[in-house]
T-cell receptor
Framework: KQEVTQIPAALSVPEGENLVLNCSFT??????LQWFRQDPGKGLTSLLL?????REQTSGRLNASLDKSSGRSTLYIAASQPGDSATYLC???????????FGDGTTLTVKP | GAVVSQHPSWVICKSGTSVKIECRSL??????MFWYRQFPKQSLMLMAT?????????EQGVEKDKFLINHASLTLSTLTVTSAHPEDSSFYIC???????????????????FGPGTRLTVL
């Protein structure tokens, strides 16, 4: 059974800092890994998708890496802004299971 | 990205009534949709996988007779919470997979797109 862990559970940083969110998973036989953002009371917004054959993806100030063999992914946020405050979730999709498993999320607060 | 809608966005009902939630893929066809439930300050818990033209696959511990799922077309899946009780109050979110064969410039990505969620409150 796939288990996904996100560390830290919460993070508070001053505006402008670069930060790293971590995601680890136990079953490395994944099809892809997706990072999402969730604002309070809202649905999920897809940030980055990394296929199992890829090592990283970039979108603006966001960079996600994937090390499938060690079961780890990181989401790097450069020059953080107060608008980045949200809960960040990672999810791994296993083809054999036909579904995604989510981590518990990291709640990020960026202080102005 | 692909757009998934949900209706209603929120609903308040009395205990014992049934509530239907719709999930639609607006600009693509989705053979597979997922239904999740999220309690406050917790992550998403997969309830079931909805497959067009066949029965849904429920996760362990999810009552299929209580949470009825119908994937009637390639763009619509519905979740009906039957005889709702206060403990069913939660945030229900659906997602759809952008299918491999329709590409849209993202062939093989199998990316999930989520609806905005439905807040259910059972009194």
């Amino acid at each position: 059974k796939q288990e996904v862990t996100q560390i830290p559970a919460a993070l508070s940083v001053p505006e402008g800092e670069n930060l790293v969110l971590n995601c680890s998973f136990t079953d490395s036989a994944i099809y892809n890994l997706q990072w999402f953002r969730q604002d309070p009371g809202k649905g999920l917004t897809s940030l980055l998708l990394i296929q199992s054959s890829q090592r990283e993806q970039t979108s603006g100030r966001l960079n996600a890496s994937l090390d499938k063999s060690s079961g780890r992914s990181t989401l790097y946020i450069a020059a953080s802004q107060p608008g980045d405050s949200a809960t960040y979730l990672c999810a791994v999709y296993n083809t054999n299971a036909g579904k995604s498993t989510f981590g518990d999320g990291t709640t990020l607060t960026v202080k102005p | 990205g692909a757009v998934v809608s949900q209706h209603p966005s929120w609903v308040i009902c009395k205990s014992g009534t049934s509530v239907k939630i719709e999930c639609r893929s607006l600009d693509f066809q989705a053979t597979t949709m997922f239904w999740y439930r999220q309690f406050p300050k917790q992550s998403l818990m997969l309830m079931a996988t909805s497959n067009e033209g066949s029965k849904a696959t429920y996760e362990q511990g999810v009552e299929k007779d209580k949470f009825l799922i119908n994937h009637a077309s390639l763009t619509l899946s519905t979740l009906t919470v039957t005889s709702a009780h206060p403990e069913d109050s939660s945030f229900y979110i659906c997602s759809a997979i952008v299918p491999y064969r329709t590409s849209r410039g993202r062939e093989g990505r199998n990316e999930q797109f989520f609806g905005p969620g439905t807040r259910l409150t059972v009194l």
